[in-house]
């Protein structure tokens, strides 16, 4: 059984589709790793990086700019091109507020205002070369066949205890 980390390296196969230096594709993610894959073996994918295109933006928190690193630049055949982040759904979403106010809240809440904030940049920015803004979750990726689904083993059930007979 092969296990794979988290992080690495991504190696190409087809080293001349990738719009960067081949030898330095780091992933993140399964989800990513999953993508290069897919970007990699795709005959509809002329040309695709990772975290090669630098978007600016303003966080609205502490009022500075900020450089905002895209998952994925990819170019189809035909010639469309699209910035993609690649996130867990639950956090394309704002927190759900709890019963008591919490750190993990308040974290989870500027977490939540700084991704707005990367991702208005990045539709602006892909806007303005006529390109196009997604964000794929796991669901985008389990649909379009990128990431499979889950294959991890059920923990084995607990051997049951014998019953105790009443006594007679």
């Not at 087809?14 to 081949?22: F, T």
């Not at 910035?83 to 974290?107: G, H, N, V």
């Amino acid at each position: 059984m092969e296990i794979m980390a988290y992080r690495g390296k991504y190696k190409p196969k087809n080293p001349k589709k990738y719009g960067g230096d081949p030898t330095n594709v780091v992933y993140r993610s399964m989800w990513e790793r999953h993508c290069f894959k897919w970007c990699d073996e795709s005959s509809n994918i002329i040309k695709w990086s990772s975290e090669e295109v630098v978007v600016p933006y303003l966080y609205e928190i502490d009022k500075k700019y900020h450089r905002y690193f895209v998952d994925l630049k990819i170019t189809y055949r035909g010639g469309k091109t699209v910035l993609i982040e690649i996130k867990p759904d639950i956090q394309t979403r704002p927190p759900k507020k709890p019963d008591r106010f919490s750190r993990r809240y308040l974290s989870e809440g500027l977490t939540y205002i700084k991704n707005v904030n990367k991702w208005k940049a990045a539709r602006s920015f892909a806007k303005d070369r006529g390109w196009e803004f997604e964000i794929w979750t796991e669901h985008t990726l389990e649909n379009m066949g990128i990431k499979p689904k889950s294959t991890r083993a059920l923990k084995p059930l607990k051997p049951l205890k014998p019953l105790k007979r009443p006594k007679k």
